[in-house]
């Protein structure tokens, strides 16, 4: 498995600024998460669904082809950051994100 953390510039209200990915072997996500200005995170794993949050259905780019689009700033992370945000997602908001640090406190 690998873990994608993506920053995405851009001033649209109702659209993620990080969208985060558990992506398998064939580069298909398992999970995802997508997380907006105002602290809110939508999910989805399987058939799950949360605030519109959706498996994309087709694999995801590699890497440096995302950051060709100047308004993406992909990067791998680890699993177990991968996991402290998946577990926190339901019961935090988030209240600071930056690439190499994501601030999550009790809703």
């Not at 087709?58 to 177990?80: G, M, Q, V």
Request: hydrophobic share 35%.
């Amino acid at each position: 498995m690998k873990y994608l953390y993506v920053e995405w510039m851009h001033k649209f209200l109702d659209e993620p600024i990080v969208l985060i990915s558990e992506l398998d072997e064939n580069r298909f996500e398992q999970r995802k998460i997508e997380i907006y200005k105002d602290g809110k995170a939508g999910y989805a794993i399987n058939k799950t669904e949360i605030h519109d949050t959706r498996l994309s259905v087709d694999s995801i780019p590699e890497i440096h082809n995302i950051a060709l689009n100047k308004k993406f700033k992909p990067k791998y992370i680890s699993k177990n950051d991968f996991t402290r945000i998946w577990n926190a997602k339901e019961n935090y908001k988030v209240v600071e994100i930056d690439v190499s640090n994501i601030m999550i406190e009790k809703k």
